[in-house]
Structures are given as C-alpha cells and as structure tokens.
Nanobody
Framework: QVQVVESGGGLVQPGGSLRLSCAAS????????MGWYRQAPGKERELVAV???????NYADSVKGRFTISRDNNKNTVYLQMNSLKPEDTAVYFC?????????WGQGTQVTVSS
C-alpha cells in the first residue's frame, strides 16, 4: 500500500504565497515522476506542474514564472511553491506520484485566493 498526503493549503490574499507539500509513504521501491494537479469547481482536473526523478520540470502556462516545483528523493516528498497567487488559482490541489507500475493520488488540499 502507498499513502500520499498533501499539506499546506489555505486562504491567502491575491499576490500572496503558499507552499504545498506532498509526502509518499508505504511500499515504495522507486518513484518516477511526482506532480501537482488542481481542480476548480465546475472544471476538469488539470496539470499544474510535474517533476521527474532527475528533476526535469514542466509547468502549465498559467503558472509559469509564479510556481516552482521541487522534490526531495530521500524523503519521497514533492513541494509546490506558489507565489503571486491570483483568484483564478483557487482550487483543490492534488498530488500524484508515479511508481512506474502504478500511480497514486492524495486526497487534495484546498487553496483559496481571495481578499
């Protein structure tokens, strides 16, 4: 079994910052890519950012220059530093971890950007 737990969401004003964390634990022999997705009310889940085991990154155009994804392979943890947040960033943010043979999702953490 693999557990994926996100943390760090909350309420922030426009222009503010938040840092999300996601830790994977359990029967993990090797992690491939780790990523963040988000889903706003009434919309489909979309990719925010992904990072490979060798730290190659890819971002959605809407967050480039504002968000930074990073990972700690020793801790099986991925982070998402979110700066210059906008109201349109409001969503539930989900972590996804790819173990080559399967992938797992966290339960999600709410991010609300509002004044």
């Amino acid at each position: 079994q693999v557990q994926v737990v996100e943390s760090g969401g909350g309420l922030v004003q426009p222009g503010g910052s938040l840092r999300l964390s996601c830790a994977a634990s359990g029967s993990i022999f090797s992690l491939n890519s780790m990523g963040w997705y988000r889903q706003a009310p009434g919309k489909e889940r979309e990719l925010v950012a992904v990072i490979t085991r060798r730290s190659v990154t890819n971002y959605a155009d809407s967050v480039k220059g504002r968000f930074t994804i990073s990972r700690d392979n020793n801790k099986n943890t991925v982070y998402l530093q979110m700066n210059s947040l906008k109201p349109e960033d409001t969503a539930v943010y989900f972590c996804n971890v790819d173990l080559y043979h399967d992938d797992y999702w966290g339960q999600g953490t709410q991010v609300t950007v509002s004044s």
